[in-house]
């Protein structure tokens, strides 16, 4: 039986609430701080900046030509607000109304 105890204890799963709970807690916080400085702040910045470039190279584009094709702009009932010809948050230089766009 004393065997059986020392291989149950050798295999025994180390929980939460056990003597090394406080330096797993110490060690995991500072593996997430770490991944955090060295992975998480980067890739944010390197999003930025990748939304910044891709800006500054489409922000000249001229609008696509207006083609009236029938499925779509299809109004069934007015919108409650304004002239009901326009959406809530109508852009006049890149969203056309049914007739085309606005100048």
């Known amino acids: 039986m004393a065997t059986w105890m020392k291989v ?3 295999f025994s799963r180390k929980y939460a ?3 090394d709970a406080h330096v797993s807690s110490e060690q995991t916080q500072l593996l997430w701080k770490r991944l955090s400085f060295f992975v998480g702040f980067p890739a944010i910045g390197l999003a930025m900046v990748n939304c910044y470039l891709n800006h500054q190279a489409h ?7 207006f083609v009236a094709y029938e499925h779509m702009r299809i109004r069934t009932k007015k ?3 304004g002239d009901g010809n326009h ?6 230089k890149t969203n056309a109304l049914p007739e085309g766009y606005e100048d």
């Open 79 to 81: 919108f409650p607000w």
């Open 59 to 65: 922000h000249g584009d001229e609008r696509p030509e």
């Open 8 to 10: 149950a204890r050798t």
């Open 87 to 92: 959406s809530l948050f109508h852009n006049p």
């Open 17 to 19: 609430s056990g003597p």
